[in-house]
């Protein structure tokens, strides 16, 4: 948290994102939202009674975006979360056991990093219906871990020449160990900023699925919305 209350791009970056989550997750309990259309206030401009104007439907634009972050920001979340541990994990390890093991993961991770990753979610979806949100956050993880283990791979391939880390593999604390106590609390920062990323990477993918029809169009979230919005001609 230090190093990022130096950065001040990546302070506000932060600030923005709390607030986009302290909205999601707060915002509904002091802005419900009306589950019935008034088709008498359909295409309304922005004013005091509705901040951002009204949709096709007649819905309050605002009061849909207030309500409509909790599922996605929830999936981005476990989204990341899977594809972080699973990067870091599997990056540590390639790089501090080396030889064989970091060939094949390596490769394993060349090989998810040339998928097309939009692309093979919608063509997924037509075989399995991403009615769950852990189920698509879980597709999400599987397909986004290679760049971060990359980037994790590198950073241990440093920090495991380092001075208490030899002291850790003579006194032989043993694999896990050194990784998860001595090496990877070194890199809680660079762990953190890119959890950030990955979640706000699922959830585009997220908005992308549902803008274009490829997952179940239930319950209330920004891709609905925007997926409402395309097919009225609004966007």
Do not use: C
């Amino acid at each position: 948290m230090a190093a990022l209350t130096r950065n001040r791009a990546g302070m506000i970056g932060f600030i923005v994102f709390a607030i986009f989550v302290l909205t999601a997750f707060v915002g509904p309990r002091f802005v419900p939202q009306s589950q019935s259309a008034d088709v008498r206030a359909i295409y309304q401009p922005p004013s005091l009674q509705h901040l951002l104007g009204t949709d096709s439907e007649g819905r309050d634009i605002f009061v849909q975006i207030v309500n409509g972050g909790q599922s996605i920001i929830l999936v981005g979340a476990i989204a990341a979360l899977l594809s972080t541990a699973i990067a870091i994990t599997f990056g540590a390890l390639a790089a501090y056991m080396g030889g064989m093991v970091d060939s094949v993961i390596m490769m394993l991770a060349d090989v998810v990093l040339t998928l097309p990753q939009l692309v093979l979610l919608v063509v997924l979806s037509t075989f399995i219906h991403l009615n769950s949100p852990f189920l698509l956050a879980g597709i999400i993880a599987i397909l986004s871990w290679p760049t971060l283990l990359r980037a994790v791979r590198a950073q241990v391939l440093s920090l495991k020449e380092r001075e208490y880390v030899e002291a850790a593999r003579v006194l032989d604390l043993g694999v896990p160990r050194i990784l998860f106590r001595e090496i990877l609390p070194n890199m809680a920062n660079f762990i953190l900023m890119n959890f950030t990323i990955g979640m706000t990477s699922a959830i585009y993918a997220q908005v992308f699925l549902y803008l274009y029809g490829v997952v179940p169009l239930s319950g209330n979230n920004w891709g609905i919305m925007l997926n409402r919005a395309w097919i009225a001609g609004d966007g």
